[in-house]
């Protein structure tokens, strides 16, 4: 799949849904959580139904909304998931960000709850963190414009911000920047957690990250791992079968 907005929305529609399927996979996402990218004439954005299954999440179960949440198009009897405004006011602040996660992954959150723990980087992948992941410290429900802006601020110019006892929110540029974010922000704080218990975990450093970004291919890196998981989603049935020419 190319670039996010390079593609037709009825192509965002399959990507979305089938990134919310792999990250359920990941378990990254489960029962709450939403995956959502900028509409490719960025007049606003996708977003899934509130009680739509992220196991079984279709195509045809998103809305399109605008920024300001008017439902330009989506599913009867149903309504956009509630944290609505994580994304859109994530979308206003940041145009250079075009697709967004939020789910309550396990140890991530841990790093919000503990009395002294940092969430650094401790993989060569965290370069999208490097200088830190901001701890919003309001733990309701962001269900309002207002919530949405707060979270904003404290995330800044920040690739991700942890809610604290709540979950994370991660940005990318692509869907498949999205998922390849998701998989490595969960991977560094599970590395990090387990590095703990045999002694004082070595964050990465700023010369470390400057190499390891020098040779980094971020989009063939996406393609890589986009391939590499929906592939495999299809061969395990998370995905349905007539979507491999879809995504
Ligand atoms: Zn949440």
Redo the contacts with the bound molecule.
Sequence with gaps: MPDSLAVSVDQQRYAVAACTRMFNDLKILDH??HVTVRLPDKSGFLIQAVHASRAQLMPEDLFTVSFDGEILDGPAGTRPAS?FHIHSEIYKARPDVNAVL?A?PKVPILFTIAEGAELVMVLNHGYRWRNGVPVHPDTA?IDTPELGRAMVETMGDANAVLLKA??IVLASESIQSLLIDGIHFDRNAQALLEASRLGKPIPMTDAEFDIFEQRFDRPKHGIKLWHYYSTRAIETGVLPGEWRTAI
Excluded: L
């Design positions: 709450s959580g944290e939020h309550h429900h709540h979950g």
